[in-house]
């Protein structure tokens, strides 16, 4: 659907969407996974669960790169930030994200040298200015941010620069949908992430569509983006069809981005990774390459060998998984807010728990 902007917010385009998925006819309930965070945010903002039936339960998922960061990368960045010669750079989110003992922001407001980056190249900049100085930007997210930060990589690269590395978490999207086919959360198709297919491509999808037989679709941010990719899905779940489709084609094409794949492909290679929730999936993440390993971080500063520890009480995995929603964790709203968030569920703009807890009175009322 290719509308002028302000009309993929149009209430009457949105209930019309509603009520063409009331009309189609289930013989069962089905439970849609919606991947990305942003989308998640759009559906508790929009109230958009409210309009579907009964038989329609859409369950938030895995698609927030600070929530799946797991607590042991935030350890290996706490180490960095308490060396001397350290210098880290890192985008605002993963500043309050507790690792197992205490958050980055508490460790600036100790003396440690973190600074807000609004771009990877200030990281760059900065090793370029102060050679004294061991300068690591954090980088992690999923396919969509890994070229953003590989552009300067790439860079030091070039140049040899000895001052500059990065720690890298990035996340492969499909090994995370197969994760979760295989996990314990009964699902029956995916509202698969529009920025990341952007970059990966729509066809990244197919073979995940043939070996469980579910269905997915490419959905963008806008409700009525997303009412399209649910009205899809459960067309498809309607008739017994299993169809790897996009509702986003406006943003998102079969072949993605060419050219961030081949940044992608250049410097990285796949590996068995650890998602918080998921535990390690099977090439769900990408390291460096051996040639640029001295750019690694957790391999220059011997990092490889932390292990974290998640907060007690914490559900944030569960949520991730699918398996529990932000209501039944029991920090939720009390112990746990967006002022003094205990998960990172709850930190991250992105996260489910947030949405939850911003959208509270809205949803509740």
Do not use: W
């Amino acid at each position: 659907m290719d509308l002028p902007s302000s009309e993929y917010r149009d209430p009457r385009l949105v209930h019309a969407l509603a009520e063409e998925i009331r009309g189609i006819r289930l013989e069962r309930s089905v439970r849609l996974m919606e991947v990305c965070g942003g989308q998640t945010h759009t559906l508790y903002r929009y109230r958009l669960r409210e309009l579907l039936p009964a038989k329609v339960r859409l369950i938030s998922g895995p698609g927030c790169p600070v929530c799946v960061t797991p607590v042991s990368y935030l350890d290996k960045a706490l180490a960095l930030a308490r060396l001397p010669e350290v210098e880290l750079f890192t985008f605002g989110d993963l500043l309050r994200v507790p690792g197992s003992h205490g958050t980055l922001e508490e460790a600036r407001s100790q003396g440690a040298r973190v600074h807000v980056a609004y771009s990877p190249h200030q990281a760059l900049e900065h090793a370029r200015s102060h050679p004294q100085s061991q300068v690591v930007f954090l980088g992690i997210g999923f396919e969509t941010t890994l070229p953003t930060f590989s552009l300067p990589l790439r860079q030091a690269i070039r140049e040899k620069l000895p001052n500059f590395s990065v720690l890298v978490s990035a996340k492969r999207v499909p090994p995370l949908l197969a994760a979760l086919l295989r996990g314990k959360a009964p699902l029956d198709g995916f509202i698969t992430p529009g920025h990341v297919t952007s970059v990966i491509g729509s066809d990244a999808y197919a073979p995940l569509c043939r070996e469980f037989q579910v269905p997915m679709t490419v959905g963008g941010f806008e409700p009525v983006d997303l009412l399209v990719a649910i009205r899809d899905l459960v067309r498809q779940l309607a008739a017994g069809t299993c169809e790897n489709t996009n509702a986003y084609a406006r943003a998102a094409r079969a072949q993605g981005n060419p050219k961030a794949q081949q940044l992608i492909e250049e410097l990285y290679q796949p590996c068995d990774e650890e998602l918080r929730g998921l535990g390690i999936v099977l090439e769900g993440g990408y390291r460096l390459r051996e040639p640029f390993a001295r750019f690694d971080a957790a391999r220059r500063f011997s990092l490889e060998g932390i292990v974290g520890r998640e907060p007690p009480g914490c559900r944030c995995g569960e949520i991730l998984a699918g398996t529990k929603d932000p209501h039944q964790c029991p920090l939720f709203g009390k112990a746990c807010t967006p002022d003094r968030p205990v998960g990172a569920c709850m930190v991250s703009h992105e996260g489910t728990c947030n949405a939850a807890f911003l959208y509270r009175e809205t949803s509740d009322d």
